[in-house]
Structure formats: structure tokens, C-alpha cells
């Protein structure tokens, strides 16, 4: 039996789309072996210089508008949470120490994103933890472990050496692939190894800028 391509998929639970594309990966989890990884959004937002979506209030609107549809397209379980942005540290680092088991996983977007608990208030923490048969004092002895959080920074300077600049982000030997909507082009990657390579690709990654506005 041919062993599966392994990919690398990077999410932050602060971000919406990660978890609309996280209930659609069964597709792509039977054409690879995916390694999730968290990191914190915030860390690309600072090593970039640009701002989150929900730092702008126009695009926070269309964003939360726009999700919201999308979860109906889906057909998936989708709540706006009281609040956002949030502070996910805990709920990254939680992610670590349970060794980015699926399941977790799953039970921390859906704290999120279905259920409204937020992990930087403290009874959103507390379902959290409790969704993940942990007491609080649990949650916050493996959050508060130095290898964890160490863990959640390597995979952050991983994810920037990568090129990455935002999430949810498949790499796949080195080809970076972002959003929700990258979803139909990954599967289509991994049908073809081909797919970004040709007259046309070497010229897109030659591309060059005719203009640049001042700064």
C-alpha cells in the first residue's frame, strides 16, 4: 500500500474560517496524512505589520456577515462568539498538551464557534476545559507547562520561515495554501503533483512590481 503525502495545516482557533475549514477536511484526510499545528495568528499579524480582519470594522462586519453564510452553505453548527477578538493562548497551548488529538481539536472550535466560550474569560475556560474532562486546575497545569508553551512559539517561527502570513494555511512541500476557499485547490494538489508547475507558475513567482505605493 502506497503511504500517504503528509501536509501540514496550521490554524488559530481565533480564526472563523479555520474552523469552517477544519468540519470540511475529511475529503483531504483521505488523500493525506494532515498534521495539524497551532499557532497564534497574532504572531503573523506583528511579524508582517498588518492588521487582523477584525481590527477593521468594515471588514470585521463583512467577515462575521460573511461566515455566518458560509456555515449555512456548509450545513455546519456555527454561533458568532459574545466576543472578538479574543486572546486564544490558552486554548493553543491546551491544543499542545493534548497533543493535537482531533478530537480536542474539534471540542475546542466548537467551545468557540458553536458554544460561545471564549478561553480568556473565566467561565469559558472553565467549559473549555470541562469539554475536555479537565478541571480548570488541569487546564491551566498544562497550559502554564514551559515545553508547551515553547512548543507553540517553535511552531510559530515554523510557520513564518514557511512563508506563512495567515490561517487556516495547508503547506504541502513547501507551496503554501490559504483559506477556506484553498480547500477545492489542495485536493486538486494532491490529485496532481503538477499542479503549480509550468511556463505559467515560474512566471507568477517571478512576478515583479511595476509601482509601489509610499509607505
Known sequence: MTALPKVDWYFDVISPYAYLQ????????????????????????DAWGTKGPA???????????HVRWMAGQLGVPYNTPPQHPFNPLKALRLAIALKADPQAIHK?????WVDGH????????????????????????LTADPAVKRTLLDNGQRALDAGLWG????????????????????????TDPALLTGAQDDRIRALSASAERPR
Do not use: Y
Open 22 to 45: 477544519w468540519t470540511q477536511l475529511h475529503p483531504v484526510s483521505q488523500r493525506a496524512e494532515i498534521t495539524p499545528i497551532p499557532v497564534l495568528f497574532a504572531g503573523f499579524l
Open 108 to 112: 475546542l472550535f466548537t467551545a468557540v
Open 55 to 65: 481590527e477593521m470594522p468594515p471588514k470585521k462586519l463583512f467577515v462575521f456577515r
Open 118 to 141: 471564549l478561553p480568556d474569560n473565566p467561565e469559558g475556560w472553565a467549559a473549555m476545559a470541562a469539554a475536555q474532562g479537565l478541571s480548570v486546575d488541569e487546564a491551566d497545569a
Open 167 to 190: 490561517v487556516p494555511s495547508f503547506v504541502i512541500d513547501g507551496d503554501i495554501f490559504w483559506g477556506l476557499d484553498a480547500t477545492n485547490m489542495v485536493l486538486d494538489r494532491l
